[in-house]
């Protein structure tokens, strides 16, 4: 394998928020400036910086990349890529890392958590009721329908997709999934593939989970919207480009028994006008599902890859390799 000299005294920019161990530790092997595109500390970096530490906000694209002309690795504190342009990245020479499976598990319990708060209405006692409102109580907060009842759709089974079934199939639950590639049996955990008519039309819950690719974007228009159930469950904690955010307004508005989870949107923060706000049958999230401080602590690791890039070394999970590398 061949490696380029490491860079000696690295200067690394930290645009948005790390685990402190992590940071600590980086900034104990290179000068770490934590400072967001824009702001002063940035700009009068950037020219010289020899890595970039990023989580979901912050652009590299082209234009930022041409003010950076040291700039060896970007790092992606998280999984989803969909903010770094990697060609870009390519053509500079410039490595991309990231964590690919830091917080499978945060979002993978997240996803029941949104479905069994939809799916088992509850009340905590604050006072102790006499037996008609004791009774009263157990009447209206029984769910209509549980999960070991339901079919679960998943769409794109890959690390989140394949957990989540995994854990569907512990709830005892029918689990089918579409995704484009042949998915290894062992991955399945016993969800059945179909085609992506058939995972529209027969599921009770659909639960998004495919990357960022630009055909995915509007994956979820409204004639895909309209061939699911007069009460589904469509659920997403992919990617808010994923769904076409006019189309899905339309379509719970007109199916008033359909629910929306959304923990991811196009775009974010979301604005005061979004379409989906004050819509009984949608709630929305702060974007949550990886936001545990197992997944943070994970996520955060990513400096040690970057730093094995700015050494010289081979990564361990490169999206774009180092130059030289084999």
Same mark, same amino acid.
């Given at each position: 394998m061949a490696v380029r000299d490491p860079v000696a005294q690295p200067l690394v920019i930290q645009t948005e928020r790390l685990h402190p161990d992590s940071a600590t530790w980086l900034a104990q092997?290179?000068?770490?400036? *934590? /400072? *967001?595109? !824009?702001e002063e500390a940035f700009e009068a970096h950037i020219e010289r910086a020899n890595a970039l530490v990023v989580r979901t906000y912050t652009r590299v694209d082209a234009s930022l990349l041409a003010r950076a002309p040291r700039l060896r690795v970007v790092g992606r504190a998280g999984v989803g890529l969909d903010n770094i342009d990697l060609v870009a990245c390519a053509e500079r020479h410039v490595a991309v890392v990231h964590t690919p499976d830091a917080n499978t598990t945060a979002v993978v319990e997240y996803v029941f958590t949104l479905l069994l708060d939809a799916l088992r209405p509850r009340q905590r006692l604050l006072d102790a009721p006499d037996p008609s409102g004791w009774e009263a109580l157990r009447k209206e907060l029984s769910a209509p329908r549980q999960l070991a009842d339901l079919t679960l759709g998943i769409y794109g089974l890959g690390r989140v997709g394949s957990a989540v079934a995994r854990v569907a199939a512990a709830f005892h639950m029918r689990v089918l999934y579409h995704d484009l590639l042949d998915i290894p049996e062992s991955r399945r955990h016993g969800a059945t593939p179909v085609s992506r008519d058939t995972l529209l039309e027969d599921v009770d819950i659909l639960s998004v989970h495919v990357d960022g690719r630009p055909e995915n974007r509007r994956?979820? $228009? !409204?004639? /895909?919207? $309209?061939?699911?159930?007069? $009460? *589904?469950?469509?659920?997403?904690?992919?990617? !808010?480009?994923?769904i076409d955010t006019p189309a899905l307004a339309s379509w719970l508005r007109r199916r008033p028994h359909c629910l929306a989870l959304l923990d991811v949107h196009q775009p974010e923060p979301i604005p005061s006008d979004h379409p989906l706000l004050g819509l009984p049958n949608a709630r929305l999230y702060p974007h949550l599902g990886g936001a545990t401080a197992t997944a943070n602590r994970n996520m955060s690791r990513v400096v040690e890859d970057i730093w094995r890039v700015l050494s010289g070394e081979e990564p361990a999970y490169a999206a774009v390799r180092p130059a030289g590398a084999s």
């Open positions: 092997r290179c000068t770490l400036v *934590a /400072a *967001a595109p !824009g994956l979820l $228009d !409204g004639p /895909a919207l $309209d061939r699911l159930r007069d $009460d *589904a469950i469509l659920v997403n904690t992919s990617r !808010g480009f994923i």
